[in-house]
């Protein structure tokens, strides 16, 4: 009660509403303040369920945080970018939202089975610009290549800039069918995930992809990294310890559900979680 962040008045305003038009799904925000407006983005679908078909990452700004305009397609419409990405039968996921060198970098990710599929770097020059996309590649393919296996890049969680200028987007490296999966297990949640970054040091030019950390003979539970700056300069990672009592008959404990590792060199390599 002595503390003045407890009089600070909070007053709720609702971005968008599923009751007031067609976009029944709306999970995986991301809120940026870039030069005189609010930008908000998120996936959405008319199918209020998530993962189905048609599912496009929209946006909607607003000049104060209350009034909000109405959600349009971000990167998909070709009213909103320079070169749209189609994304008709796919999923298009979690757009995150940063500003850098005065201009609004947006990480994303398309899960389809075209060649739009992959990990995106979205860039607008102006807020009533259009977008420019960029499908970021390894060695010439979407997915790359840790110790002998392709892994798909999927961003959670907004990036960050490091006092080096450095900026890291934090992922989750999507693999095979993990090798330490109980017997007959198979699907999405047994796949091998990595927590890891994405980082680039000339202002997005060029990017690299950390190898990440895992939790050792737990390799399918890594999921939503985010990150932060600490004062000596190490990054910390704080991720879900992604335990879900439906697949694995257990519970984790609640001192177990969040990892922590720590690197020391800006992103590169990490300690294990």
């Known amino acids: 009660p002595n503390s003045p962040f407890y009089q600070h008045r909070i007053e709720p305003a609702a971005v968008t509403d599923a009751a007031d038009q067609p976009l029944r799904y709306h999970p995986d925000s991301s809120v940026a303040w870039f030069r005189d407006r609010w930008f908000c983005l998120w996936n959405a679908n008319t199918i209020p369920e998530e993962c189905a078909p048609g599912q496009l990452n929209y946006a909607t700004v607003s000049p104060d945080g209350l009034t909000w305009s109405a959600p349009h397609a971000a990167f998909a419409d070709p009213a909103r970018a320079a070169n749209p990405v189609p ?12 500003v850098v060198a005065d201009r609004l970098w947006c990480l994303w990710s398309q899960n389809s089975t075209d060649a739009h599929n992959g990990c995106y770097l979205s860039v607008l020059d102006a807020p009533d610009g259009l977008w420019t996309n960029r499908l970021l590649t390894w060695q ?28 890291l987007a934090p992922v989750t490296l ?38 990440g950390t895992i939790l050792p003979g737990l390799d399918w539970r890594q999921w939503e990294p985010t990150l932060l700056e600490r004062p000596d300069g ?40």
């Open 234 to 273: 190490s990054v910390l990672m704080l991720a879900r310890n992604n335990l879900i009592p439906f697949f694995e008959g257990a519970a984790a404990k609640p001192e177990e559900a969040l990892t922590s590792p720590l690197s020391p060199d800006g992103g590169a390599t990490w300690t294990p979680p």
């Open 87 to 98: 994304c008709p039968g796919g999923t298009q996921w979690q757009p995150n939202l940063l």
């Open 174 to 211: 999507i693999g095979p069918v993990s090798a330490s999966a109980p017997p007959g297990k198979s699907g999405w949640y047994w796949q091998e995930k990595r927590n890891s970054v994405l980082y680039t040091d000339d202002l997005g030019a060029t990017w690299h992809v950390s190898p």
């Open 140 to 167: 010439g393919r979407p997915d790359p290549v840790i110790d002998g296996k392709p892994f798909r890049v999927f961003p959670t969680q907004n990036p960050i800039r490091l006092s080096t200028g450095r900026v």
